[in-house]
């Protein structure tokens, strides 16, 4: 991890100024890219980018934001809800909006769909481990084939033998290992894990970049409105997508370095836990404002033909300005380098034929 970020893009990526804060989820046309902040002198704050139409940000007391613009009752219990938890990052943002989906606050659907995803995403996390802990076997040479052929095994010697030999590899006790295996899995949730089939699940980052990334590519080839200087405005937007994607992705290969060299990790857990956790919080706040932004250029091609130009130009002057990943701008070997695109690709092959094991293994048990 280190060793990624000494370098090239992602050095500058972190060295970049973030916006404080998370884009909250209000339903409010007037609340769009409305973001939550704590500020040291006046508390809870949102910031109000384009409020008034004129490309300026506004600032307000959060309490005071229902003053500001008519709200749903969505909006209201979500405005509620965040000022009592004071929700400022888009991890706690989400967390908020998932208690009150689950609450029924936010309508029965709702709370159906939300406790179904929690449901999923505990049994996912629980994949995530069992994973990460066999693919940690398999680098230290234990034969998968004999532990997974019938989940029988893990009670036996063969079991306690593999995760001895994994210990004495990376020079830690076995009781370190299962704490800080089941740590890589919890702080990997957003993020998930990359495979070459659709069994393992991604996190929500790693969805993002993939709705983001296919979102350039359809606004570079849409057809374009009629209004004038359309054009100019949706090509800004397709190469703020492509530049957010491609930034995103090396980030994401940055992170499956780390889950491929997973002996090396768990080895120097402590000082890779903090840089894992720092790099995925920052990806988190470089995508958090999308969605909205995509809602965004949605809604702009299908307002009215005199209210096109209007609404791109609000949108232009919030887009993100996201550092440049092209090679050019990289350092050889390191982040930019096309050979580390390649570093999912074999992970998600290694992780996709653990998992099929898996799978077969629980078959046979059924």
């Known amino acids: 991890m280190v060793r990624w970020i000494g370098g090239g893009i992602i050095r500058k990526w972190f060295a ?167 740590e890589f899995a919890k702080v990997l949730a957003p993020v998930g894990l990359v495979a070459d089939d659709e069994t393992i699940q991604s996190g929500w980052l790693r969805v993002l970049h993939d709705e983001i990334e296919g979102f350039g590519q359809s606004i570079a080839v849409t057809a374009r409105p009629d209004p004038p200087n359309a054009e100019d405005y949706l090509a800004a937007v397709a190469e703020s997508a492509r530049r957010t994607a491609q930034l995103s992705g090396i980030v994401l290969s940055m992170i499956d370095y780390a889950v491929l060299d997973v002996g090396g990790t768990i080895r120097r857990w402590n000082t890779e836990l903090p840089i894992l956790r720092q790099t995925i919080d920052r990806l988190s706040q470089m995508l958090d404002e999308w969605p909205a932004l995509m809602k965004w250029v949605h809604d702009a091609l299908h307002s009215p033909p005199d209210e096109v130009i209007a609404q791109l130009r609000s949108l232009h002057s919030v887009l993100p300005r996201t ?36 799978r077969a293994s629980r078959s046979v048990a059924q």
């Open 16 to 182: 970049q100024h973030v916006r404080r804060g998370a884009t909250v989820p209000f339903e409010a046309p007037a609340l769009r890219m409305a973001r939550v902040c704590d500020d040291e002198r006046d508390g809870l704050i949102a910031v109000l980018h384009d409020f008034a139409n004129n490309g300026t940000a506004y600032i307000v007391p959060w309490t005071s934001l229902p003053l500001m613009a008519s709200m749903t009752a969505h909006d209201m219990a979500l405005h509620k809800a965040i000022g009592e938890s004071k929700a400022t990052t888009p991890a706690q943002v989400r967390a908020v909006v998932s208690k009150l989906a689950l609450s029924g606050a936010l309508g029965e659907e709702a709370k159906a769909q939300e406790f179904e995803r929690t449901q999923a995403e505990h049994g996912r996390l629980a994949d995530v481990e069992l994973v990460l802990l066999l693919h940690l076997l398999d680098s230290c040479g234990a034969d998968l084939a004999t532990l997974v052929v019938n989940p029988a095994r893990w009670r036996d010697v063969d079991a306690k033998t593999a995760v001895a030999a994994a210990a004495s590899a990376v020079a830690l006790r076995r009781q370190h290992i299962y704490r800080r295996v089941a």
């Open 323 to 358: 550092p440049s990943a092209d090679a050019s701008n990289a350092d050889h070997g390191s982040d930019g380098h096309p050979g580390s695109r390649s570093v999912s690709r074999v992970l998600g092959a290694r992780l996709a034929t653990i998992w099929s094991m898996l």
